[in-house]
């Protein structure tokens, strides 16, 4: 990409119109949510700078992604992360603490330089329009891959310790895992050196011996065995017992969210499918009752 206004036509802007909204101060709704018993600071683009976001994220979807890559990729997710790591073995893994708020604007400008081969001019205003406070947004659509390209390098360097030391490693979003015979911690030493020579910090690092039950993006693994977390599945019968005390819309709108869940729970274990199944039907039924509503 050689130059803004290449860049401005291929998102559908004017140049003088990108570079004003690049410029703005007032392109995010700024709130908190609560996750895990804490606080998270949340940025979220608004209308014009989310269609920005949103024409770059399916250009940044295109791009090949590693093997080791669970997130962002069709056909992946917290589950396929976890299946890789079945098995009667050690397991090590790590969280990158504060991801997207350490992807700094450089880190952004250097992945499109280096990484895309942009202009230094088109990688600047890309820095702008991708980053709020100096860092990723929190609440984009973008950030989830634009944050793991910037950071390759690291996710890289770190499968490179996996595959030398004989073990198997994976990576959803921030999370890392590592499984096999030499996952010790030896080998999470020298991960963990790793993280910090790139500039970032972990917690949430865990080790497991062979015989016990890990817990690995959220799902149980016991074994061979994948199992879903307990707490999970009495969050989903809680909402399923709170339906008859709302109403009709807000109902099939619940019901749209559970079955969603519900579905990625049955690729764990086979006996949601049933509750799926009614889900569905329930689903289904409900639509045909507002819809003939709406007709009288």
């Known amino acids: ?62 791009i090949e992604k590693p093997d080791y890559l669970h997130s962002g990729r069709k056909m992946h997710s917290y589950i396929s992360n976890a299946r890789v790591h079945r098995g009667a073995v050690p397991l090590a893994k790590l969280d990158i603490k504060k991801f997207y708020p350490s992807i700094d604007g450089g880190r952004v400008y250097r992945f499109f330089i280096e990484g895309l081969k942009c202009s230094p001019d088109v990688a600047g205003l890309l820095r702008k329009l991708c980053t709020v406070d100096g860092h990723l947004p929190t609440g984009s659509c973008l950030s989830q891959l634009l944050a793991f390209f910037s950071a390759k390098p ?69 074994g061979d065995d994948l199992q879903v977390i307990p707490s999970r599945e009495r969050e989903v019968w809680a909402a399923l017992n709170a339906l008859g005390g709302v109403n009709e819309g807000a109902r099939l709108k619940a019901i749209t969210s559970l079955i969603g869940k519900v579905s990625a729970f049955s690729q764990i274990d086979a006996r949601y499918l049933a509750k799926v199944k009614a889900l569905r039907q329930r689903q289904k039924a409900m639509k045909v009752k507002l819809a003939r509503a709406v007709t009288v």
């Open 154 to 222: 690291m996710f890289d360097e770190l499968h490179e310790h996996a595959i030398a030391s004989g073990v198997k490693g994976t990576c959803y979003v921030d999370d890392l895992t590592w499984s096999g015979r030499n996952a010790t911690g030896s080998f999470m030493w020298g991960a963990k050196q790793i993280v910090h020579s790139h500039g970032f910090s972990y917690h949430k690092d865990r080790l497991y011996s062979e015989h016990e039950r890990k817990v690995v993006t959220g799902v149980f693994i016991s």
């Open 1 to 62: 990409m050689p130059t803004r206004k290449k860049l401005a036509g291929l998102l559908g802007f004017s140049p003088r119109a990108l570079q004003k909204l690049a410029d703005g101060t007032n392109n995010y709704v700024r709130f908190k949510i609560k996750q895990d018993g804490k606080e998270r600071d949340i940025q979220a683009p608004k209308a014009i700078m989310e269609k920005v976001h949103r024409k770059l994220f399916t250009f940044l979807v295109r």
